[in-house]
């Protein structure tokens, strides 16, 4: 069997691609894989060191606002979408795919579409609870739609399509370890522990809190236990503002980082989450069962991270606080407050763990097996 599969441009389309592939050659060891992305975006270093082959197509996003430097990015955009259909037509012939998968980003339209249109066996997975433009044009011509969460279906024309929520596939060593082990490993006691990041290159607005967070926590002596990642956005601020409080970066309750290269333990040592909310990362907040204070990132297509965010809120699952709102007093009064009513953040943690479908791998795979028979 020959699979096809199409993603870009973010680590939020590239990595459920990876992970679909990975959980079809659990069925099928004997599949064959190829993806489709663009030769600048992130897949062109996720996808090899994944093992897996990449061809490449030139494809961008059509700009908005006005200014010079759009205008030239659309004229540019115009020509790659004049030659996509073609590049795409080449890709599939030469690959010859038995059926074919987009979880978006600009790359995957015009490949997702061409397969649809030669009559290959498609399916799409969106990630998000307010579904990216790719997604939602394809839609409408594919086979099958896979979903992460119901909620997408608000802003998409379910008659158009069979769906099926399968929710979002994580990193195999997340929920492995008891919350004791990953405190005696991190070198925490027992006491309330927050865990708070902003992803890799960071979050200004959560790093400027959670500096006011720690600093009051250690002027106070309050037995909190705190790990946080401060990301490429910190490097130069965050240990200096900690060294000039005469806080340590590391110490009994303490660990500052700048990534956090062990999220499996940190995320199964937290009470409490403190972080932005793509996909991937509220599928870990459930399948670790964490409550969280989330801060969706304004700067995001379709504002989709607070769509995200809701799930968990309205679900009784996470405080929800846009970044308009974020101050570091009510930040800190959050976390005061779910630190001193530990049954609160356990009932927050239980309502996290309901929303995860434990079945993911399954349910992607039923969906496989649908295209297979159709081909």
Do not use: W
């Amino acid at each position: 069997m020959k699979v096809l599969i199409a993603c870009g441009g973010t680590g939020g389309h590239i990595n459920p691609g990876l992970a679909i592939a990975d959980i079809i050659k659990s069925k099928y060891p004997d599949a064959e894989f190829l993806f489709a992305g663009t030769p600048k975006g992130m897949e062109a270093k996720l996808v090899p060191k994944a093992g897996y082959k990449l061809e490449t197509i030139k494809v961008a996003g059509f700009q908005r606002k006005i200014s010079l430097e759009n205008i030239g990015r659309n004229i540019k955009a115009v020509a790659y979408l004049a030659t996509s259909g073609k590049r795409a037509r080449q890709i599939i012939n030469g690959f010859k795919p038995d059926i074919a998968i987009g979880t978006g980003g600009y790359a995957a339209g015009p490949v997702i579409r061409m397969a649809a249109k030669m009559g290959i066996p498609t399916a799409i997975h969106e990630q998000n609870a307010y579904p990216g433009v790719t997604n939602k044009l394809l839609a409408k011509e594919v086979d099958y739609v896979m979903l992460t969460v119901e909620e997408a279906l608000k802003f998409m024309d379910k008659s158009k399509f069979e769906y099926s929520v399968t929710g979002l596939p994580v990193r195999s060593n997340i929920n492995t370890m008891s919350k004791a082990e990953a405190r005696a490993k991190l070198g925490f006691d027992d006491k309330f522990t927050v865990l708070s990041f902003g992803g890799s290159l960071g979050a200004g607005c959560i790093n400027e809190s959670m500096e006011f967070v720690i600093k009051d926590n250690f002027k106070n002596g309050r037995e909190i236990n705190h790990i946080h990642g401060y990301g490429g956005m910190g490097k130069d601020t965050f240990p200096q503002a900690m060294k000039a409080a005469g806080v340590p970066l590391k110490s009994d309750r303490l660990r500052i980082t700048e990534y956090i290269n062990d999220m499996d333990v940190c995320l199964a040592a937290a009470d409490l989450v403190i972080c932005r909310s793509g996909a991937s990362t509220l599928a870990e907040l459930e399948a670790a069962g964490r409550a969280s204070i989330l801060i969706p990132s304004p700067i995001v297509a379709g504002n989709h991270q607070y769509h995200n965010a809701m799930v968990l809120g309205k679900a009784g699952a996470a405080v929800v606080i846009e970044q308009k709102d974020v101050t570091s007093q009510k930040i800190l009064d959050e976390v005061l407050k779910l630190s001193s009513d530990p049954k609160k953040a356990e009932a927050m943690s239980e309502n996290a763990a309901k929303l995860f479908l434990t079945d993911t791998n399954d349910r992607i795979l039923a969906v496989i097996d649908k295209l297979i028979n159709k081909k």
